[in-house]
């Protein structure tokens, strides 16, 4: 399996920024961060199929979690930035479908693609 995270970069608060996962197949799917000093946390999850989703308190209502799966992609629009969700942020795979909350009911993962929110 491998992932392909992009789409990471610098911007002011309140803006916003589009990640993509692409992956080699298609699988039930998360996103992570980890920001300089803190553990890695799950930011959405979504099933293979698309049809359930779920996002971590701190980003309802600015994040949305999505999938192409004709182009086996997986996405994060990120709206309405906050310096605190400065981070690296990961994709990762399960084979089982469902939603994963930790990343320990993840079995691959991407490389990672840094955000930086300035205020």
């Known amino acids: 399996v491998q992932l392909q995270a992009s789409g990471g970069g610098l911007v002011q608060a309140g803006g916003s920024l589009r990640l993509s996962c692409a992956a080699s197949?298609?699988?039930?799917m998360g996103w992570f961060r980890q920001a300089p000093g803190k553990e890695r946390e799950v930011v959405a999850a979504?099933?293979?199929?698309?049809?359930?989703?779920y996002y971590a308190d701190f980003v309802k209502g600015r994040f949305t979690i999505s999938r192409d799966n004709a182009k086996n992609t997986v996405y994060l629009q990120m709206n309405s930035l906050k310096p605190e969700d400065t981070a690296v942020y990961y994709c990762?795979?399960?084979?089982?479908?469902?939603?994963?909350?930790?990343?320990?009911?993840?079995?691959?993962w991407g490389q990672g693609t840094l955000v930086t929110v300035s205020s």
């Open positions: 990762a795979a399960r084979f089982r479908d469902g939603l994963g909350y930790s990343g320990y009911e993840y079995d691959y």
């Open positions: 197949g298609r699988y039930a």
């Open positions: 979504i099933s293979r199929g698309g049809g359930s989703t």
